[in-house]
């Protein structure tokens, strides 16, 4: 099925180590993002990308990189995870000034 | 923040029964969206209103938009126990980019 794919679904990270959190979608979209969920604070954005080859930094960025690898595939590094980055992170792709599809999200949990 | 705010924070009624939830926002937008996340899932589009139009529909649901007030609003008529989720608005700013800052969201439970 077409949609926005992402992995893992849940990953338990230590206090300072680093993972990768892969994002790939099959619609030909050209802007990718990524967001977090916290209770009570509905979801905020991380990072965005316009187009392949562009990224940009949203509302939260510090502590984390992105990679927009191609037109499909959107990834959210963190280098040096830490407590407070304990989420759920969702990718989304969508095509300009239209609707966006998400992923399943992400659930991470830094000890 | 520039965040909009959803109102209520959560509503429980009856299926049968139609649900209202509203949405205030602080900046000039492109557009806005309704979104549902039913528990632990990622979200759903549902709607979009461009900031020319003042009412759509889609099925079950109706939107509003003001943007002298800067709010809107969502109607889900006769709604069914299926309709349980909470429900975002969204505003989208920043030209072609179509950024989205979403609200906290309302919690709706139908009751069977």
């Known amino acids: 099925n077409a949609g926005v794919t992402q992995t893992p679904k849940f990953q338990v990270l230590k206090t300072g180590q680093s993972m990768t959190l892969q994002c790939a979608q099959d619609m030909n979209h050209n802007s990718m993002y990524w967001y977090r969920q916290d209770p009570g604070m509905g979801l905020r954005l991380i990072y965005y990308?316009?187009?392949?080859?562009?990224?940009d930094k949203g509302e939260v960025p510090n502590g984390y990189n992105v990679s927009r690898l191609n037109k499909r595939e959107f990834s959210l590094r963190l280098e040096s995870a830490a407590p407070s980055q304990t989420s759920v992170y969702f990718c989304a792709s969508s095509p300009d000034r239209y609707g966006y599809t998400f992923g399943s999200g992400t659930r991470l949990t830094v000890v | 923040s520039q965040q909009g705010e959803e109102d209520p924070q959560a509503l429980s009624i009856q299926e049968g029964e139609n649900a209202t939830m509203n949405c205030s926002y602080k900046t000039s937008i492109n557009n806005l969206q309704w979104y549902r996340q039913n528990s632990g899932r990622g979200l759903v589009h549902l709607i979009l209103?461009?900031?020319?139009?003042r009412e759509k529909h889609s099925g079950r649901l109706r939107v509003t938009l003001d943007t002298s007030k800067k709010s809107s609003s969502l109607l889900i008529t006769a709604s069914r126990a299926a309709d349980t989720a909470s429900y975002f608005c969204?505003?989208?700013?920043?030209?072609?980019?179509?950024?989205?800052?979403f609200g906290t969201g309302t919690l709706l439970a139908v009751q069977p």
């Open positions: 209103i461009r900031s020319n139009e």
């Open positions: 969204a505003t989208a700013y920043g030209g072609a980019t179509n950024k989205l800052i």
């Open positions: 990308s316009a187009s392949e080859g562009t990224t």
